[in-house]
């Protein structure tokens, strides 16, 4: 059964802008790791913010556990959002509050503003956060400010915020980019064992096709807004990657 | 013209045509430069004779000498006042804090509102803003304290709400701007979290600009406490009241001496503003 059906969907930054996305469909299944690949400029980052509407879709629709998320707004854009995870290229931390402060922001949707102003975070919330950061290996480091923290262990903390909204899906934008391949090959482990373990499919930018190949069973190529490609990662191989890749020799 | 033509450099063709050109622009130049000097320098005397020459009553000066044993009357100080004199310091510290409190306190509306990236309706709010941020720095702490005066009456209270408003301004801009300069990669988190606006500002807007909004409020309470030693004048409570009174009973000494604890609490305004602003950045 798939959780997510996207049909045909369309987007452009302004009404008068090129098209970034055309028309793309298809379908992510609840034991799902999708990777989406593609050239810089491709419109994977469009896509995936597509999802949880951090970007407004110009056409088409998304099915989400059989809501309509193109025509959500207000609370229940909120609600849609608290079940959907999203990890950052470059973290998106609060970097001048602590590392379990940072875990705890997961919750925020489940917390009323008067709790949010004295950070009085669920008793649960707290117990769980002090977990999440036990399994990303990081209970050493709860109280450092975010920013004390290396790229990859900073990626562990957007990790453990965004398994801590318990969410039914994960978005990954480029998780990896901005780390060393040795710690690339970490996190993504531990995202796959994470997302396995809490039973989360999870939709992943990536543009390095060899993680992609290794950690993902499915994988949609986009080129230039248009899907190319959309299938399990067996089926891929060099022809079609050149093809996908093709503009990238510009 | 002969003679000098002699002493430019022969150059033939077009390259002498421009550079004719080039000569004839530069003395045309050179009496334009002069015609403004002119201008100024007849504006400096027309102003020297209307108001110093005109409207100075040199009869009253009288003789230098008249006017350095006028200027003596304040080299003294007169010990007997100190006393009466902690109490409106402290009021006039005060005065600056409870102000600049207040200050940050109805500065909100005005940053949130003159952000443009967080304003929520640019055609209607933004300009709101900047209108209050105009008002507030535009009019002088004196006519705010006139005006407060008139409003709430004699005291201190009339000065902290000038002290207030006048600081809205700076606070709000500096404030509203540093909120446009932020990463919007932390936005994006919160709002991907599920997170209302309210959270989006407090968790990742805030953070991000509270070094630099504390330094800007230490600054103003700084400039503040110069203000409220003055707003006393128009009876808006602290040491510009014993100065208004000094200066009234004609009690140079007195002044002297008010002055010198205006100088002393500035002096430790300042003091306090440096290291607290050195251990926020």
Not at chain 1, 197 to 212: K, M, S, W, Y
Not at chain 1, 244 to 249: C, Q
Not at chain 2, 14 to 32: E, G
Not at chain 2, 62 to 89: K, N, Q, T, Y
């Amino acid at each position: 059964m798939s959780i997510l059906e996207v049909r045909n969907l369309s987007a452009r930054y302004s009404s008068s802008g090129p098209e970034i996305l055309k028309g793309i469909s298809f379908d992510v299944e609840a034991d799902d790791f999708f990777a989406i690949i593609g050239p810089s400029g491709a419109g994977k980052s469009t896509l995936i913010r597509c999802i949880n509407r951090l970007v407004e879709p110009c056409a088409g629709t998304i099915q989400f556990y059989g809501r309509d998320v193109t025509t959500l707004s207000g609370r229940r854009l909120r609600h849609l959002r608290r079940d959907i995870g999203m990890i950052f290229q470059e973290f998106n931390l609060i970097d001048r509050m602590s590392v379990m402060d940072n875990v705890l922001s997961g919750r925020l949707g489940y917390t009323g503003s008067v709790r949010t102003l004295f950070r009085a975070f669920a008793r649960d919330d707290v117990q769980r956060a002090l977990e999440m950061l036990h399994r990303v290996g990081l209970e050493d480091h709860v109280d450092k400010r975010a920013d004390e923290l290396s790229g990859g262990q900073r990626q562990r903390v957007g990790i453990a915020r965004a398994l801590m909204q318990g969410p039914k899906l994960m978005l990954l934008d480029e998780p990896t980019s901005a780390l060393d391949p040795k710690i690339s090959r970490e996190v993504m482990a531990l995202i796959k064992n994470m997302a396995q373990e809490f039973g989360v499919p999870c939709l992943c930018n990536i543009h390095d096709v060899q993680l992609a190949m290794e950690f993902c069973n499915k994988i949609i190529g986009l080129q230039d807004g248009v899907k190319m490609f959309d299938g399990p990662t067996a089926q891929m191989d060099q022809s079609k990657l050149d093809e996908i890749y093709a503009m990238e020799v510009l | 013209m002969s003679e000098q033509r002699q002493s430019e450099p022969r150059v033939t063709g077009t390259h002498a045509v421009a550079i004719q050109s080039i000569l004839a622009d530069r003395r045309r130049r050179r009496w334009v430069h002069l015609l403004i000097a002119l201008v100024v320098a007849a504006l400096v005397v027309w102003s020297v004779d209307v108001t110093v020459i005109k409207d100075t009553d040199w009869e009253r000066m009288g003789s230098l000498a008249s006017v350095i044993e006028s200027f003596m009357r304040f080299a003294a100080i007169d010990w007997s006042l100190f006393p009466s004199l902690v109490e409106p310091a402290i009021e006039t510290f005060m005065i600056a804090c409870l102000g600049t409190l207040l200050g940050v306190i109805i500065c909100i509306p005005a940053v949130w509102f003159g952000a443009l990236n967080i304003t929520p309706y640019k055609p209607i709010t933004y300009p709101l803003a900047r209108l209050m941020m105009t008002l507030s720095r535009s009019i002088h702490e004196i006519v705010w304290a006139l005006f407060f005066v008139a409003v709430v009456g004699l005291g201190a209270m009339a000065g902290i709400f000038a002290i207030a408003v006048r600081s809205l301004g700076f606070i709000a801009k500096m404030t509203a701007e540093a909120i446009e300069d932020i990463d919007d990669g932390p936005v994006e988190a919160i709002r991907a979290v599920g997170g209302n606006s309210f959270q989006v500002m407090l968790y990742a807007i805030l953070p991000q600009v509270l070094p630099q909004m504390l330094s800007v409020i230490v600054f103003e309470w700084e400039i503040n406490i110069r203000r409220s030693a003055i707003l006393g004048l128009v009876g808006a409570g602290g040491l510009g009241l014993v100065f208004f009174r000094q200066m009234n009973t004609f009690n140079f000494a007195g002044v002297t001496t008010v002055i010198i604890a205006i100088l002393g609490i500035i002096l430790i305004g300042e003091v306090v503003s440096y290291f607290a602003r050195k251990s926020v950045i």
